[in-house]
């Protein structure tokens, strides 16, 4: 007899093994309490059947049917669609896309990536948030090229054909947009989803060239210290860039998970600055001009500052500092009453790996370690766990990340109080979510 149709114990054997795991999930959890209001230790994710005790129905064995027939569903009795050139997601998927600003869209604005819609730490290319300041450049790659110049020995200009001969790597980071999560500086929590807040944030394994080899090609003259990178879009985009990092981790990006990278990524090829904030890796890269000195550009004078209080601005903050966020539940979910579920978020750092994420559910009274995922790697997303058995009363819960450098995320009050009021970007203080009595969860702050 095939596995299929083997029978099942007897259903008041199967109710008395139910009650059985519950018994013992419960005097496991009650030795596992790690902080106050429910949060579980990171361990007890390890044990099996934890959730599904208490919300999955048991089937009896005499009402299974395994085979095909009238009762089945009409996906089960007619061939289904055949092949396509390009995959898509499912029907059901639809509304998983970015989110950007409805009615006109102006050439320069931005979309975000729809977070709570998806799990693990790499994000698909057609989800990856935008930035575009003169909208998208249709570009011919065949025409394209990268010119190197400036204080070099040999200025050098190279074909999308001449840089795919060179020697490639690859590497898992993040890119995050210097003004994501800036809704945080405002006077009152803005009630959006953790995307429309958190979403100028992507995670993707890039492939390309190392500059450093790009600029050993052209050969950097003494007394060089910056690097100015423009793009090929209607803006001319550019920005100033250290030496340092240039001769560093910096890579001419040419793939994104696997494919060639997409037109409002930069294609033909993009450089790609890990840990620095998203702006300075400019998109749809022309040229490369080696110089002693910051140039000043629009982009770093009237945008991408920090304003002290002061009146003054700080040039040049590019590193990302240490984040985290709760990704579920928040904004737009509903808890489906008391019992256990799973705290789930995303943390990050521009100065390499995170060491650790806490959580609390008390608005920051007690606080509990939550599993790191695998694999934690530097400058890419890393997403951490936690169980939590919710007792259906009002909870605020929040999460703080601390990377391998020692940094963690600060208050959201010591945050703001660097700045002049008006500061809006770099934002990296605790997020936190309030839970309400009838499950419904909203933005606030602690």
């Not at 011919?140 to 050098?156: W, Y």
């Not at 033909?268 to 140039?295: C, H, Q, Y």
């Not at 909870?395 to 990340?401: G, I, P, Y």
Request: hydrophobic content about 35%; proline content about 6%.
């Amino acid at each position: 007899m095939g596995i299929g149709n083997e029978p099942g114990p007897p259903i008041a054997i199967q109710g008395e093994q139910h009650m059985n795991k519950r018994r013992n999930i419960d005097a496991v959890v009650r030795g596992e309490f790690a902080a106050g209001n429910g949060l579980l230790n990171r361990r007890i994710l390890l044990a099996g059947g934890l959730f599904a005790a208490g919300s999955a129905a048991t089937i009896a064995s005499a009402q299974s049917n395994d085979s095909v027939g009238a009762n089945s569903p009409e996906w089960m009795k007619t061939p289904g669609r055949g092949f396509s050139g390009y995959g898509f997601p499912a029907k059901s998927q639809s509304k998983v896309q970015r989110d950007y600003p409805t009615g006109q869209v102006r050439p320069t604005t931005s979309s975000h990536t729809p977070l709570q819609f998806l799990e693990g730490t790499i994000t698909p290319n057609g989800l990856h948030f935008e930035r575009h300041h003169n909208g998208i450049p249709d570009i011919d790659a065949d025409r394209h090229e990268l010119a190197i110049h400036g204080l070099v020995s040999r200025p050098l200009a190279f074909s999308l054909d001449a840089l795919l001969r060179y020697p490639m790597e690859t590497h898992i980071r993040f890119i995050e947009c210097s003004g994501n999560s800036g809704s945080y500086t405002s006077a009152q929590p803005s009630q959006s989803s953790a995307g429309a807040i958190n979403g100028l944030l992507s995670c993707s394994e890039w492939t390309g060239v190392r500059l450093s080899t790009l600029l050993a090609e052209t050969g950097v003259s003494p007394g060089a210290k910056w690097v100015i990178a423009e793009g090929a879009d209607a803006a001319a985009m550019s920005r100033s860039i250290p030496l340092e990092k240039c001769l560093d981790d910096a890579v001419i990006a040419l793939y994104q998970n696997g494919e060639a990278i997409r037109p409002e990524q930069g294609y033909p090829m993009r450089i790609l600055l890990p840990g620095f904030e998203g702006n300075v890796s400019v998109k749809w890269l022309r040229r490369v001009k080696v110089t002693d000195a910051p140039v000043d550009s629009r982009e770093e004078t009237s945008h991408y500052t920090e304003l002290m209080p002061d009146g003054k601005a700080r040039q040049y903050m590019f590193p990302q500092e240490v984040k985290s966020a709760i990704i579920k539940p928040s904004f737009g979910m509903t808890m489906k009453g008391p019992g256990f579920y799973e705290i789930s978020g995303l943390a990050w750092s521009g100065a390499g790996r995170i060491s650790k994420v806490e959580v609390t559910a008390d608005g920051g009274k007690t606080w509990a370690l939550a599993a790191l995922g695998d694999p934690v790697l530097p400058k890419a997303l890393t997403r951490f766990r936690l169980a939590w058995k919710w007792d259906g009363q009002p909870a605020v819960l929040a999460s703080r990340a601390t990377d391998e450098k020692g940094a963690t995320q600060p208050t959201r009050a010591a945050w703001a109080a660097q700045y002049a009021a008006r500061q809006g970007y770099h934002f990296n203080g605790v997020q936190s979510w309030g839970v309400e009595a009838d499950g419904t969860v909203k933005n606030v702050y602690i």
